[in-house]
């Protein structure tokens, strides 16, 4: 009996050696690379806000001495200018001409309207005003007495009153323009606050010019504003 024979040129098959996968040791490199990670991780995070606090407190710290120094600096001055900052401070007080009371009628086309207001204007003061210091002081700003004894004799007016005794002479003229603009307006056009702020800067305009220059008008008060 003939035995079957094996072609020529190839090889008989080679057991092939078994591949084991061995899970648990990959598992512990996985597990000690998370940990190298998140250590990483948080000295990184620690060096950043330390760094930051750092440069925060360095800051602030310069800036608060900044303002201490900015406020010692201010303070000295205070003290050394304390008369002048007073002075600038203080608002400029004008002169109260109280022109009374108006009663005229407006111009409603449709029917009569009248308007009852107190009016005052508070005028700036002229470099010719004199002084209430010097109404203390015995020099032009009182009026002496017989013989002239001096200051003994002397009687003391108030400067304000001399100069509200001058302004009487412009009364006329500035009642007849704030006539004048107030009896154009319509009872409308008064009962708004718009419309009265708008008549007060028109008042203001038609009497600055009386006073040519020397003085003007800074502010304009209405009183009692009935409108019948």
């Known amino acids: 009996m003939v035995k079957p024979s094996q072609p020529k040129g190839i090889k008989p098959k080679a057991d092939l050696p078994e591949i084991s996968v061995d899970t648990g040791d990959s598992g512990m490199a996985g597990k000690k690379l998370i940990i190298v990670n998140a250590v990483i991780t948080a000295l990184i995070c620690f060096l950043f806000i330390g760094s930051n606090y750092f440069i925060v407190n360095n800051v602030i710290g310069s800036n608060i001495s900044k303002i201490a120094e900015n406020m010692g600096t201010a303070n000295a001055g205070g003290e050394e200018g304390g008369e002048a900052t007073e002075e600038e401070a203080a608002p400029e007080r004008g002169i109260i001409l109280d022109l009374g009371e108006f009663i005229l009628n407006l111009s409603d086309p449709n029917s009569k309207r009248y308007l009852k207001v107190n009016v005052a204007l508070e005028l700036s003061r002229a470099a010719s005003d004199p002084s209430s210091e010097k109404g203390h002081g015995g020099g032009g700003s009182s009026i002496s007495g017989h013989g002239g004894g001096g200051n003994a004799g002397a009687a003391k007016v108030d400067p304000l009153a001399l100069i509200q005794a001058e302004m009487e002479q412009y009364k006329p003229a500035i009642r007849d323009a704030i006539i004048s603009v107030l009896s154009s307006k319509t009872a409308e056009e008064l009962a708004s606050l718009s419309g009265k702020e ?31």
């Open 198 to 228: 708008l008549a007060k800067e028109q008042i203001k305009a038609a009497v600055d010019p009386l006073f040519g220059g020397e003085r003007e008008v800074m502010r304009v008060s209405f009183g009692t504003f009935i409108i019948q």
